[in-house]
């Protein structure tokens, strides 16, 4: 029994420091504000065969609208977009840093609410490294565990959880960018609205002054 449990106890181990590795999803997000006839550009450090992935949002400004470009770390455009809303791209990986920009050089008195984030996966592959625990399996039959089950139950689970914090950011970026819409228009009506009705009572006043003025007695 003082083998098995030395071995049921290296195997626990070796679970729980694999699961805390497993490769997942990086996930970070921004929101920025971009003036007005400028450029704003990000560096994202990158490691081989990792994924990069890059969603963006306008959330407020004047046409709701941005340029947008992605650059590799040998200096090759990637992708370049004009006068867009939102968008989503997810490029392969080399060494490197990986510039993307914001650039509003074509508004020149709106400034822009830009929301993006950031989603990088296969960072921390460690490759063979996930299979050496393997190597201290000697009785499997004894413990009647089926640890691959395990681990990757784990990693779906992980996997799923991230998925649903990503949905749920841009979730919050969609309501955003759809509440300073609402609050825009609700601005617009409410200025004409009051300026609609000032006209209407200048009117008014008017059309009941020269009435008046018609029946009056001129001689007194």
């Known amino acids: 029994m003082g083998k098995e449990a030395v071995l049921f106890l290296m195997l626990t181990h070796y679970t729980v420091r694999h699961c805390m590795g497993f490769s997942q999803s990086v996930d970070s997000d921004y929101t920025f504000t971009l003036p007005a006839g400028q450029k704003e550009c990000f ?3 990158m490691k081989r065969d990792a994924t990069l992935e890059i969603e963006y949002q306008v959330l407020d400004g004047a046409g709701l609208d941005v340029d947008f470009s992605l650059t590799s770390p040998n200096g090759e455009l990637l992708l370049s977009e004009e006068r867009q809303s939102d968008g989503v791209h997810s490029v392969e990986t080399i060494d490197g840093d990986y510039q993307f920009c914001f650039d509003n050089s074509f508004s020149r008195m709106s400034e822009k609410v ?3 984030e950031l989603i990088l996966d296969h960072l921390n592959d460690e490759g063979n490294e996930l299979e050496d625990w393997k190597s201290y399996i000697t009785g499997t039959d004894l413990l009647d565990m089926k640890l691959e089950d395990i681990l990757e139950t784990i990693n779906s ?35 004409w609205s009051v300026f609609n009705l ?17 029946f009056e007695d001129k001689e007194k």
């Open 198 to 214: 000032t006209v209407m009572v200048v009117v008014s006043a008017l059309q009941v002054y020269m009435l008046r003025s018609l």
């Open 114 to 116: 830009i929301f993006f």
């Open 43 to 45: 560096f994202q450090p």
């Open 157 to 191: 689970v992980k996997g799923r959880l991230t998925k649903s914090a990503q949905i749920q950011t841009l979730l919050k970026a969609f309501e955003a960018r759809d509440r300073n819409l609402q609050e825009s228009n609700f601005e617009r009506v409410t200025f």
